[in-house]
């Protein structure tokens, strides 16, 4: 999230799951995983409560929660991952990006960036998951999935909301913004194009300069995008 633009570059789009469909996620074909509701991919971003940290025997290991379960999150003694892990006292909102692997049965996070964020960057997490995740569930419901494992997942997806308060007009108004910019940018060539370009595509839709502006920022910040060039914008 904070790695240089020629880092985040290289990198396969991160896949946003919850922490009771990670646990749940069982099938890998070598280093790609499936979760249940349809998701595919290697690297995860997913935002919870940090509850716990141990380091000892030349690893750092943490437990970190959101609204539907809790994840192991798990590296090597050295890096800024495992740096980050021992500075950050639980309790405490953490941002955690990495690869999803398979340790004794269990599914753990190696992670490779985890910084400290606020509840309102976290609710902002569920939200926008639970979206996405609603897609993949009504997906799979239109191709006659598994009727309980759809129960389940929808229960999952409405515990997470359940746990975001209900917020002012204000931010309800920064959330719409930011949901219309990302949706703007999964609909154009490479996620990636020209910051006016999204302005004026906004503008179009009903989002002045100014919120479209604010709500690049705030993306910025939490990591839902970055700048590969100047006056270029990319979702991660």
């Not at 955690?96 to 997490?125: H, I, N, Q, Y």
């Amino acid at each position: 999230m904070n790695a240089p633009n020629g880092r985040v570059a290289s990198l396969a789009a991160a896949v946003r799951l919850f922490a009771g469909e990670m646990v749940r996620t069982t099938v890998f074909d070598g280093e790609t995983f499936l979760s249940p509701t349809g998701a595919r991919g290697r690297r995860v971003f997913f935002t919870g409560a940090l509850t716990a940290v141990r380091a000892a025997g030349g690893r750092v290991t943490a437990r970190v929660a959101d609204p539907t379960g809790t994840v192991t999150v798990s590296t090597g003694w050295r890096g800024e991952a495992a740096d980050s892990l021992r500075s950050i006292e639980p309790p405490a909102f953490v941002a955690v990006s990495g690869t999803l692997a398979v340790s004794g049965g269990e599914a753990v996070v190696v992670p490779e960036a985890v910084v400290r964020v606020e509840k309102p960057v976290r609710d902002l997490w569920v939200l926008r998951t639970a979206d996405l995740t609603l897609g993949r569930i009504e997906a799979l419901a239109a191709a006659d999935g598994d009727a309980g494992e759809i129960a389940g997942m929808a229960g999952m997806v409405r515990t997470a909301l359940s746990s975001v308060p209900e917020g002012p007009a204000g931010g309800a108004a920064a959330l719409d913004a930011r949901s219309l910019l990302i949706s703007l940018l999964e609909e154009c060539p490479g996620r990636r194009t020209a910051e006016e370009d999204l302005f004026a595509r906004a503008g179009e839709r009903g989002v002045g300069r100014a919120a479209a502006e604010a709500a690049l920022g705030a993306l910025l910040e939490e990591g839902e995008c970055y700048t590969p060039s100047a006056g270029q914008v990319r979702l991660i």
